[in-house]
């Protein structure tokens, strides 16, 4: 694909090992993996389901929100900063949303953020917990230390919001996973619009989960993971994919490439997954088996992406790959 072109900020110093010499996968995992253990903080059980971006700050080059669940095991959001995009300095405490109308402005419980820089602000969204229910906060910050809370984007219950980073068609545009209030046996990705990252609304289905027969690992729910990534094959979007074995959920991740104007639109999708649990710190953890990536950086001109990955919902794990690779395996593993 000589004529790719992705967007985004350079990134030649971002997290980056090569491929271990005759791995055949797209995708391999940092050899020193996981790159945040459970009990980092003092009052950590597990972190994992994080997000990370680009954000300069004194020595830092990295900042993020990271889901850490307490020992009461009371799920709250932290922020972090890093140097090098694999140690990670995370804050004791956890943050605190300003600005809300108190009704939804509560804090009730908070997991799985998202973290996109949208013009010169960076959005979170995560799970925000509504009188208990789940649904799509978003906040905004400059800076990492205020943070600013909007409205909640939809009713419950909703999970796995994910903002693009740039308008489309003159709104602001998100992906989310209707749900219900428990373990969500179903999940399909749908497409929302927002003028004012306020009222959301012209709402789209985008993808459903797979034909069993077809692929499997994707056939109980698929959820949008990483902010989508603007290519000139389309966004790239890396999504979580759900199967029923009899030992529960197990959570894997692919790959789809969404029309750029249209993204509700999907030109392919991946029919062989390009992660799945398989290491021990997978599949062995609070949630056996579980992969379930909420961020990436990457680097346009050489085409290198780093996914986060929550494992197990216990850890955080990192992933590499080429974006080339990955669409060119996209298409030739399509199923649609
Ligand atoms: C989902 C979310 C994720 C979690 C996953 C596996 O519904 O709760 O936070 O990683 O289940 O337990």
């Known amino acids: 694909m000589n004529n790719l072109k992705i967007m985004g900020e350079a990134l030649p110093d971002m997290p980056w090992e090569e491929r271990p010499a005759g791995y055949r996968h797209i995708m391999w995992r940092y050899s020193a993996n996981p790159i945040i253990e459970r009990d980092q903080l003092s009052t950590s059980n597990s972190i994992f389901n994080s997000a990370v971006v680009p954000f300069r700050k004194g020595k830092y080059n990295y900042a ?3 889901r850490c669940d307490d020992t009461n095991i009371r799920m709250r959001l932290h922020v972090g900063f890093s140097v090098d995009g694999l140690n990670w300095d995370i804050a004791e405490e956890d943050v605190r949303f300003e600005g809300a109308d108190p009704e939804v402005g509560t804090w009730v419980y908070g997991y799985d953020p998202r973290v996109v820089k949208l013009g010169d602000k960076y959005y ?15 906040a905004w910050t400059t800076d990492f230390e205020t943070f600013h809370q909007l409205e909640n984007a939809f009713l419950p219950y909703n999970r796995n919001g994910v903002l693009f980073p740039r308008k489309i068609g003159d709104r602001y545009a998100m992906l989310s996973r209707p749900s219900d209030r428990g373990h969500t046996p179903f999940g399909d990705i749908y497409y929302s619009e927002s003028p004012d990252l306020e009222f959301w609304g012209r709402h789209r289905l985008v993808m459903r989960p797979s034909q069993f027969e077809k692929s499997a690992w994707q056939c109980t729910k698929v959820g949008a993971g990483p902010v989508p990534i603007e290519t000139s094959e389309g966004w790239l979007l890396i999504y979580h994919g759900v199967h029923q074995t009899c030992n529960g959920f197990n959570y894997s991740f692919g790959a789809a490439l969404l029309d750029l104007e249209q993204p509700w639109k999907v030109l392919a999708r991946t029919g062989a997954y390009l992660l799945a649990p398989t290491e021990t710190y997978e599949c062995m953890g609070d949630v056996p088996n579980v992969t379930f990536p909420c961020a990436t950086l990457h680097d346009p001109a050489t085409g290198r992406i780093a996914v986060y990955y929550g494992c197990a919902d216990t850890v955080t794990g990192l992933a590499f790959g080429y974006i080339p690779e990955i669409i060119e395996f996209t298409k030739k593993t399509n199923i649609l």
Do not use: A, D, R, S
């Open 124 to 138: 979170v969204t995560w799970c925000n917990g509504y009188c208990g229910e789940p649904t799509i906060g978003i």
């Open 64 to 66: 993020g929100v990271f």
